[in-house]
């Protein structure tokens, strides 16, 4: 249970161009789903908190009108980067939770990832 | 402070050894813990949650949690060259608006054949 699924695994675009990603929990409901980035050999830095039927959460420094977020349905998140520059590149990953009742959090389930490479 | 420490490593261990791996939290009223692994140019996936005081096993796997002294702990036997990767150890903080999962930089580990 608890699968993430991402697509596209991988793109190319030139710079100045819109990528899209997409991130579907497959067999549970998610209201909240969290995008990071990772450069190589780096570690995993969360861009923002996509919210089901609400405006994302961005971190501090993530430009939200570089980095567009939907979350239109309780399976489904986008990210997409738009006029992607070369120093875009990096590797995106979703990840979403179960939710649990009590005080316990349950733990981040991820999709496998977007490696974008902006030429 | 870092809210989350681990040891970069690498930490190098035989195959069929024990690899221990140490975090430490700042944060005392956090009460999720939760153990990633992630290889090289791959997403992190899940090990281990851990929740109460004391030992959690699963497989070659075993979490350990101290919460009075702020430390949990991942350990594997029988260790594999195919548990070579980066583990991440991360907290949910139990207090406060932005309850973001809280990462730890990870800790390299190399099982040598």
């Known amino acids: 249970g608890a699968v993430v699924s991402q697509h596209p695994s991988w793109v190319i675009c030139k710079s100045g161009t819109s990528v899209k990603i997409e991130c579907r929990s497959l067999?549970?409901?998610?209201?909240?789903m969290f995008w990071y980035r990772q450069f190589p050999k780096q570690s995993l830095m969360l861009m923002a908190t996509?919210?089901?039927?609400?405006?994302?959460?961005?971190e501090q420094g993530v430009e939200k009108d570089k980095f567009l977020i939907n979350h239109a349905s309780l399976t489904l998140s986008t990210l997409t980067v738009t006029s992607a520059h070369p120093e875009d590149s990096s590797f995106y990953i979703c990840?979403?939770?179960?939710?649990?009742?009590?005080?316990?959090?349950?733990?981040?389930?991820f999709g496998n990832g977007t490696r974008l490479t902006v030429t | 402070q870092k809210e989350v420490e681990q040891n970069s490593g690498p930490l190098s261990v035989p195959e069929g050894a024990i690899a221990s791996l140490n975090c430490t939290y700042s944060?005392?009223?956090?009460?999720?813990f939760f153990w990633y692994r992630q290889y090289s140019g791959k997403s992190p996936e899940l090990i281990m949650s851990?929740?109460s005081n004391g030992d959690k096993e699963d497989g070659r796997f075993t979490a350990q949690l101290n919460k009075a002294s702020q430390y949990v702990s991942l350990l594997i036997r029988d260790s594999q060259p195919s548990d070579s990767a980066t583990y991440l150890c991360?907290?949910?903080?139990?207090?406060?608006?932005?309850?973001?999962?809280?990462w730890g930089l990870g800790t390299s580990l190399a099982v040598n054949p």
């Open positions: 996509s919210n089901e039927g609400s405006k994302a959460t961005y």
């Open positions: 851990i929740y």
């Open positions: 990840s979403a939770r179960v939710l649990l009742t009590g005080s316990y959090n349950s733990p981040l389930h």
């Open positions: 991360a907290v949910f903080p139990n207090a406060g608006n932005n309850r973001k999962l809280i």
């Open positions: 067999d549970f409901q998610a209201t909240t």
């Open positions: 944060d005392r009223v956090s009460q999720s």
